[in-house]
């Protein structure tokens, strides 16, 4: 006689002798969530083997071979599967324009991202108050921003007050003088990963270029810029005087949009000495296939330099720069990011864990490096003890994330959201992270000291 065996209908509400029974409730649950048997490859921690982890309070509690789940305990059987850090899109437009019909910072979530980090490209220092008011209505994943280079310098504050004012010392007074008569801009301007030059939209002097640099070096933010026009990558580096930068979307520079595609590449790669000058590449470009066709698409010999790049280890970082469903579409999508890093490891142009490094590990060890915080280091990119539990959960079949996972939350099963945990995601700045910003809660209420 057929007998049904399957345990979880311990953990399902039902009726018994007239009476509701609540068995999540019944069982006491603790709050943790026990990842079982999956492959996990950690490269901080030159982590490469089937292993448990243990969440509890958003944190990752324990990591090894066989740790054995208490009553209440929510599990996951990952048998089959990878586990990754989280991914960390450190360039990925997000809330940029009027997305009103499209979920792009979801989808985002759905894709395996944990951390978008979004250079909007006119952002204006109001917009840590608006993304972050975002953030406090609930969006699933972790949220920071860069600001345009040409908004920075618009109002009537100095450089050197600019960089009191990131550092967050700068005097309320001067800046509802200076900056604007909005007292929630002002607080929150600060709250910011770097700045974005972006001369796919506004061309700036060299006078204001270094008045940029001026304030990234020594407000310890980052600088990113707009990498397509060899020609405009070079000026750039040639004014940074030793300073920091950060070419983003490199592999822009070979799709032969503003040069041959294969000088195009080379010009900008002699930029990168992994010291001041720094690059990232987009996944989309990287594919064989051409990922997503609503960018850019790179030749074969210009994707050849690029992976020879990412080989020396000259580039160790990559990006989407853009989700499918954005309304500001960059040159990529999300969708190739888990796909890109196995493929990359496939061809045999990284290993694995060096794959997944770009992605994790390497982004957090520079933005640690560029903002001088080791919370980058110690909290993202990494599955130790003590991290926050961002993790990415893969299928390697099918090049899908089956579960991400944002401060212990899971916020998306089988490329599908998980409405519950909309709001499990906080808002980043180079300081570190905050849960909420409280500026989307202003309207209901405030809290009293």
């Not at 448990?52 to 048998?79: P, R, T």
């Not at 951390?115 to 909007?120: F, Q, R, V």
Request: glycine share 10%.
């Amino acid at each position: 006689m057929y007998q049904n065996k399957m345990s979880f209908v311990d953990s399902i509400a039902t009726i018994k002798h007239g009476k509701m029974l609540d068995k999540v409730q019944d069982a006491g649950s603790t709050g943790r969530t026990l990842l079982k048997g999956g492959h996990v490859i950690d490269p901080k921690n030159n982590l490469d083997a089937v292993a448990d982890i243990l969440i509890a309070d958003g944190l990752i509690a324990e990591i090894s071979s066989d740790i054995k789940g208490e009553k209440g305990d929510k599990v996951i059987s990952c048998e089959g599967l990878l586990i990754w850090p989280g991914l960390i899109d450190m360039h990925l437009h997000l809330g940029d324009l009027f997305e009103v019909s499209t979920n792009p910072i979801f989808c985002a979530a759905e894709d395996g991202v944990t951390m978008g980090l979004s250079p909007g490209a006119g952002n204006t220092l109001m917009a840590p108050a608006l993304l972050g008011a975002e953030v406090d209505h609930g969006v699933p994943i972790n949220l920071g921003v860069y600001l345009g280079a040409a908004s920075v310098l618009s109002t009537e504050l100095s450089v050197e007050e600019l960089i009191r004012m990131f550092q967050g010392d700068m005097e309320a007074d001067v800046l509802s003088q200076k900056m604007t008569r909005n007292a929630i801009t002002n607080t929150t301007a600060p709250l910011v990963m770097g700045i974005k030059d972006h001369m796919g939209h506004f061309i700036m002097s060299d006078e204001n270029i270094d008045r940029i640099y001026e304030i990234t070096s020594k407000a310890h933010l980052i600088y990113m810029s707009h990498t397509q026009d060899p020609e405009h990558a070079e000026r750039l580096v040639s004014l940074s005087k030793g300073r920091p930068i950060h070419l983003a979307h490199a592999t822009a520079a070979g799709c032969g949009s503003h040069a041959d595609p294969v000088e195009g590449m080379r010009r900008v790669l002699a930029l990168v000495n992994g010291e001041n000058v720094t690059a990232e590449f987009v996944t989309t470009m990287l594919r064989a296939g051409g990922g997503s066709r609503e960018g850019l698409q790179m030749p074969a010999a210009s994707q050849k330099l690029a992976y020879d790049a990412l080989a020396s280890g000259q580039v160790k970082i990559l990006i989407s720069d853009g989700q499918n469903q954005a309304t500001m579409k960059g040159f990529g999508d999300t969708r190739d990011n888990i796909p890109a890093i196995l493929e990359l490891a496939d061809a045999g142009i990284l290993s694995l864990s060096d794959a997944v490094a770009t992605m994790t590990q390497n982004p957090a060890d520079l933005i640690a490096r560029r903002t001088q915080n080791s919370w980058w280091q110690e909290k993202v990119g990494h599955l130790g003890v003590g991290a926050l539990a961002n993790i990415t959960v893969v299928d390697k079949d099918d090049k899908l994330a089956t579960y991400t996972i944002v401060n212990g939350e899971i916020v998306s099963f089988e490329n599908r959201a998980v409405r519950r945990n909309c709001g499990a995601g906080g808002w980043v700045s180079k300081f570190g992270m905050v849960r909420r910003t409280g500026v989307g809660e202003l309207a209901m209420f405030s809290y009293k000291n």
